[in-house]
Antibody, heavy 118, light 109 residues
């Protein structure tokens, strides 16, 4: 069965950096695009970034462009999100999600909490 | 990348039907049939309920259905059950980005 397990969340000061990981299993990782989606406490979902199966193209939300970088290691079936120049408004649960190939998110991890605070 | 517009909350009695609207623009819902809907229970990850406007993933009850007209998509839940009480989010592909709605809290009275 498909499993996505995020890790790497924590508390970081404004301006700081963090790298999130998402370990994937139960499907052929290199055949699917992957996303990061976040949810601020008590708020709605916000799409963050997408990476194509071979990692040759990435798309970002305007709110994170230039600060967050999505990448993947297909040999290790792992998705990453490098987060730099973090701001308090980046505080959220970060979910990794598998792309369904129909422009939807068909499997989600349990999320990892990132808190940006001094 | 403005969020899609959903009603903040809806409520209905068990056994009845409800429809949740999701209003977008000609840059997202109006241009693509790549609309999806997600159900989220408190403290849980979202679950895909509808994709490509009308298609249901395997295992999702046929009480859930989707539609689209112009720049507005809709999710209909028939025969409401207690376990349907949750937050529902719409989402649309928008070229090189995806945009979510603000979410609708469904209360089953």
């Amino acid at each position: 069965q498909v499993q996505l397990v995020e890790s790497g969340g924590g508390v970081v000061q404004p301006g700081g950096s963090l790298r999130l990981s998402c370990a994937a299993s139960g499907f052929t990782f290199l055949s699917y695009g992957m996303h990061w989606v976040r949810q601020a406490p008590g708020k709605g979902l916000e799409w963050v970034a997408f990476i194509r199966p071979l990692g040759d193209e990435m798309y970002y939300a305007d709110s994170v462009k230039g600060r967050l970088t999505i990448s993947r290691d297909n040999s290790g079936s792992t998705l990453y999100l490098q987060m730099n120049s973090l701001r308090p408004e980046d505080t959220a649960i970060y979910f990794c999600a598998k792309d369904s190939t129909y422009w939807a998110f068909d499997y989600w991890g349990q999320g990892t909490l990132v808190t940006v605070s001094s | 990348q403005s969020a899609l517009t959903q009603p903040a909350s809806v409520s209905e009695s068990p056994g009845q039907s409800i429809t949740i609207s999701c209003s977008g623009t000609s840059s997202d819902i109006g241009s693509y049939d790549h609309v999806s809907w997600y159900q989220q229970h408190p403290g849980k990850a979202p679950k895909l309920m509808i994709y490509e406007v009308t298609r249901r993933p395997s295992g999702v009850s046929n009480r859930f259905s989707g539609s689209k007209s112009g720049n507005t998509a809709s999710l209909t839940i028939s025969g409401l059950q207690a376990e349907d009480e949750a937050d529902y989010f719409c989402c649309s592909f928008a070229g090189t980005t995806w945009v979510f709605g603000g979410g609708t809290k469904l209360t089953v009275l």
